[in-house]
């Protein structure tokens, strides 16, 4: 996927550009001072909903278990098999 920066961002123009907007605004919003300073400011429900839909409703409907130990948490694979989040 090719790699765009921050000013280059935009949705709504075609799907490559959009998976690469989306790839980059991820990547912005990973980044340790904006995480702190963001999560500083959330109410504890609103970290609770965030975690509920990202989790439940991105994460478990796009990723496998396997990928999802590798790739997000970036642990050494996590079992033999892949299954899914659905559970």
């Given at each position: 996927m090719k790699k765009i920066?921050?000013?280059?961002?935009?949705?709504?123009?075609?799907?490559?550009l959009d998976e690469q907007s989306?790839?980059?605004?991820l990547q912005l919003a990973g980044?340790?001072?904006?995480?702190?300073?963001?999560?500083?400011?959330?109410s504890s429900e609103e970290i609770s909903q965030f975690?509920?839909?990202f989790t439940k409703n991105i994460l478990k409907k796009h990723?496998?278990?396997?990928?999802?130990?590798?790739?997000f948490l970036q642990q050494?694979?996590?079992g033999?098999?892949?299954?899914d989040l659905k559970g």
């Open positions: 920066s921050p000013e280059q961002i935009c949705f709504g123009l075609n799907r490559e989306f790839a980059c605004f980044r340790a001072e904006f995480a702190e300073k963001l999560a500083s400011r959330m975690i509920s839909d990723l496998s278990e396997n990928e999802y130990h590798t790739l050494k694979a996590h033999s098999e892949v299954k």
